[in-house]
Nanobody
């Protein structure tokens, strides 16, 4: 069964850090680009950070550049989002997305999300 399960969310004070994990099962992320999205209450879902399948290239939303770092450990079949210097405006549900490339082009999986709340 294909699954993406996010974890690591929670309540943190402004300026604090969290590391989100996205554990994949039923497929191997080595052939998938991984992306973190977030959706704040009353707002549209937005891209936070992305990494290519081989992990050589990353992309970040301007609002998180220099504070967040995306990574993936293909051996552990897990992607991560290290979030530092958190701000109240980072409060949102964070979702993990996997999109296949090469032979797996067109495969697209989503997790159910993990809530991050940053208090001021």
């Amino acid at each position: 069964q294909v699954q993406l399960v996010e974890s690591g969310g929670g309540l943190v004070q402004s300026g604090g850090s969290l590391r989100l994990s996205c554990a994949a099962s039923g497929f191997t992320i080595g052939s998938y680009a991984m992306t973190w999205y977030r959706q704040a209450p009353g707002k549209e879902r937005e891209l936070v950070a992305a990494i290519t399948s081989v992990g050589r290239s990353t992309n970040y939303a301007d609002s998180v550049k220099g504070r967040f770092t995306i990574s993936k450990d293909n051996a552990k079949n897990t992607a991560y989002l290290q979030m530092n210097s958190l701000k109240p405006e980072d409060t949102a549900v964070y979702y993990c997305n996997a999109v296949g490339d090469g032979y797996f082009y067109g495969m697209d999986y989503w997790g159910k999300g993990t809530l991050v709340t940053v208090s001021s």
